[in-house]
């Protein structure tokens, strides 16, 4: 029985169509004798009996509010042998359902052809579930229990329903096995996680469940080099497409836990770039114009994750445009330090590698962008360090504006650096460098020194006190 309806959802209605999964609806409904097998005479009889019930579909049965005649007693759907559609030339009878059971059929006539169908996809995805569930209960063998699932996410795959209740069900069945299967072998749940990756590319956006699921597995899952294979594809879609990162902060929190496991994988210490290098494409001109903004939405909301507190948060537009205005989500998935930074500063320093990207980077970091704990934070800072050095390599100077203030008494990068800053990473060494690079760049040195000089006085100040030469030279006091 199990099996049978299985094979039968490989033979249902050809159709490009989706269809939501239904729960209750009016319908038509009959019931036929055992001895009354064919069907064109039963619907031909004029004496047929017709009842018409408010009927409601569970996870177990169907049953109907008036509760008189063929309902009045709930059908439970595990005494269900088949489950079909009619086929007759009548017109009168071409949107019934019939249900077969030991002892006859019964027969659900909808208004329309499509009601019928989302009732026979809807009933299908019910019994199928309650099967597998019933076949899970009854074995521990994990290769029975690798084989269940896997068909059980087939099986959601090929439904030609289109609605967010079948992923819960199916990722809940999955995850409370999963929880309660101690000896399930790594290469099993591979298997497991390898089915589930293509419902990635199928569902626009992916359910909380399923982007719940899949960060679990690449955070602390036993097979978390095999799940970023296997996302691979999918987070690329995410990424490439146009994403409102705001509302759906669970795609951007799976997106994040994807990169650290992708950036942690002691096998392969190239994944990381192949990955940055492979969203951004061989051209010079990345292709995708929604890459790198949701990189960096990405990017910001792993540092918050990381660094953030309630008194540290700033009131910041590229913070709010980027990660929307739900702080929830992002302090509630705090990671460690260390960790946030050593993957994901590398990968903003990967993106600084690609010249197209560079200018719609700086805009975005010009305000400061981060926490007051992470500019703090050594390896943090560091990272930076190099992003803004290749900002003021730059030879627009669009890009090379963004380490100067936004607006009169607005902090910014220069200052960040400057040796009298408490956030200076290497007592002025990098200052130095930059200021070097930004002066052998100007157009109009004599401007760019005024600049400087309103900006990070107290810092040539001491410089010069220091006696370094080329900050003498310069002449600012």
Same mark, same amino acid.
């Not at 995805?125 to 209960?137: D, E, P, Q, R, V």
């Not at 996302?231 to 497409?241: D, N, S, T």
């Not at 040796?419 to 200076?424: A, E, Q, S, V």
């Given at each position: 029985q199990h099996y049978f309806i299985q094979s039968n959802l490989s033979m249902s209605i050809e159709s490009t169509s989706k269809f939501s999964l239904v729960s209750s609806g009016e319908l038509q409904v009959s019931h036929v004798s055992p001895h009354k097998r064919v069907i064109g005479k039963v619907f031909g009889s004029i004496n047929?009996?017709?009842?018409?019930?408010?009927?409601?579909?569970?996870?177990?049965?169907?049953?109907?509010?008036?509760?008189?005649?063929?309902?009045?007693?709930?059908?439970?759907?595990?005494?269900?042998?088949?489950?079909?559609?009619?086929?007759?030339?009548?017109?009168?009878?071409?949107?019934?359902?019939?249900?077969?059971?030991?002892?006859?059929?019964?027969?659900?006539?909808?208004?329309?052809?499509?009601?019928?169908?989302?009732?026979?996809? %809807?009933?299908?995805?019910?019994? %199928?579930?309650?099967?597998?569930?019933?076949?899970?209960?009854?074995?521990?063998?994990?290769?029975?229990?690798? !084989?269940?699932?896997?068909?059980?996410?087939?099986?959601?795959? !090929? $439904?030609?329903?289109?609605?967010?209740?079948?992923?819960?069900?199916?990722?809940?069945?999955? $995850?409370?096995?999963?929880?309660?299967?101690? $000896?399930?072998p790594p290469n099993a749940l591979e298997e497991i996680i390898e089915a589930l990756g293509p419902a990635l590319g199928q569902l626009n956006p992916p359910t909380p469940e399923l982007c719940d699921f899949f960060s679990r597995y690449c955070r602390d899952g036993p097979?978390?080099?095999?799940?970023?294979?296997?996302?691979?594809?999918?987070?690329?879609?995410?990424? !490439?497409?146009?994403?409102?990162?705001?509302?759906?902060?669970?795609?951007r929190t799976f997106a994040r836990d994807f990169i650290i496991a992708l950036a942690s994988q002691d096998?392969? !210490?190239? $994944?990381?770039?192949?990955?940055?290098?492979?969203?951004?494409?061989?051209?010079?001109?990345?292709?995708?114009?929604?890459?790198?903004?949701n990189l960096m939405a990405v990017f910001l909301a792993a540092i918050w994750s990381a660094f953030d507190t309630k008194c540290s948060y700033r009131r910041n537009s590229s913070v709010n445009l980027l990660l929307g205005s739900n702080r929830t989500e992002i302090s509630n998935n705090k990671l460690p330090k260390e960790k946030v930074t050593s993957c994901f500063m590398k990968m903003i320093e990967l993106c600084a590698t690609h010249e197209d990207w560079v200018k719609e980077m700086a805009p975005l970091l010009h305000p400061i962008p981060f926490p007051e704990e992470a500019l703090k934070f050594p390896s943090f800072v560091m990272g930076m360090v190099n992003v803004l050095k290749r900002f003021a390599n730059d030879s627009r100077p669009e890009v090379r504006e963004c380490l100067f203030p936004m607006r009169e008494g607005k902090e910014?990068?220069?200052?960040?650096?400057?040796?009298?800053?408490?956030?200076?990473?290497?007592?002025?060494?990098?200052?130095?460098?930059i200021v070097r690079t930004l002066l052998d760049r100007a157009t109009v040195r004599r401007k760019l020194v005024r600049q400087l000089a309103h900006s990070t006085l107290d810092a040539f100040r001491l410089m010069v006190i220091r006696g370094d030469e080329f900050f003498v030279r310069v002449g600012l006091i």
């Open positions: 047929r009996r017709w009842e018409k019930h408010t009927v409601l579909l569970t996870d177990t049965q169907i049953y109907s509010q008036e509760k008189y005649g063929i309902f009045s007693m709930p059908i439970y759907l595990d005494l269900i042998q088949h489950i079909d559609v009619v086929s007759t030339w009548e017109p009168a009878i071409n949107s019934a359902v019939q249900l077969k059971f030991t002892d006859g059929i019964i027969f659900l006539q909808a208004n329309s052809p499509y009601e019928r169908d989302r009732w026979f996809h %809807s009933l299908l995805w019910k019994y %199928s579930i309650l099967n597998h569930k019933k076949a899970l209960k009854m074995t521990s063998c994990p290769e029975i229990i690798a !084989k269940e699932l896997k068909s059980l996410v087939n099986i959601a795959l !090929k $439904s030609q329903l289109h609605d967010p209740q079948v992923w819960t069900d199916c990722l809940v069945l999955i $995850s409370n096995q999963l929880n309660h299967t101690n $000896s399930l097979c978390a080099a095999a799940a970023v294979v296997v996302f691979a594809p999918g987070v690329h879609c995410i990424l !490439k497409h146009n994403v409102d990162f705001g509302k759906y902060t669970y795609i096998s392969c !210490k190239e $994944s990381l770039p192949c990955f940055v290098h492979t969203m951004h494409s061989p051209s010079a001109r990345c292709p995708h114009p929604r890459v790198l903004p910014c990068w220069i200052q960040l650096i400057a040796p009298d800053h408490n956030c200076c990473p290497d007592n002025g060494q990098t200052f130095c460098e």
